[in-house]
């Protein structure tokens, strides 16, 4: 008896190209969804990290009576780096807080209070965050807890280099510390942001500027004029991821 026997057929090449084509248009779909995803997750993990601080700071306020934390380049000694993120520890206890997975550029800074007088040693931090200088205010002196910037996004790479941690100061004629430096967009061009009554939010970049924003001042009036706005870097807006050349007042939305 004659059998037949099956003999597998290969496959041709435009069918193999046609495959090759549906597998790249897949992965060009998927790769963005995958990448986006995982912004998202270092969002909410930079946000959980500024929740942390925010309960730390009104802790302190609570064993200070009623007096936030200090936060300043000039601490009763001329370059005496008192830093925020030294003073919140105690209540935080870890200082893998202080790092923003998202960050590629964190700022590295001595904190030198606690043994300014003896010339060191001083402790070394590493954290992807600014505080509103120069911080001690009253709880009481915080007119809107929940419009008051008080910790951010911020970077190494911006024009503030490793003293980004200094944040901005809204006192007047102050303002040389350059807000358009003083935040970093990194997430999906957004900024997280910690307020005065503990709450974190993401920002759109144009929800920050103008820099004359109320949110900057512990009164909640917004300042006009010369010192409304930042006088250093005039002009230019960076993020973390390089953006430069905006015009001033705006900056991603």
Known sequence: ??????????????ELLVVIAIIAILAAIL?????????????????????????AWMMYAQDYDETTNNNTWNGGGFWENQIFAERLQPYIKNYGVLRCPSDANPWRAQDMQDNFAKGGPYKDLVGSYAHASYGVWTMASIAAPAEFFVIWDASAGGGQGASIWIGTEWVTGAHQWGRNYGFSARHQNQINMLFGDGHVKTMRCAQVFPCNNKGWRTDNIALTGTN????????????DSGQTGIPGNTCPN
């Open 1 to 14: 008896m004659l059998r037949l026997r099956w003999k597998p057929r290969a496959f041709t090449l435009i």
């Open 31 to 55: 790769f963005p969804v995958f990448a986006q995803a995982r912004d998202t997750a270092r969002k909410a993990a930079c946000q959980s990290n500024l929740k942390q601080m925010g309960t």
């Open 228 to 239: 409304g706005c930042w006088a250093r870097y005039d002009g230019i807006y960076t993020s």
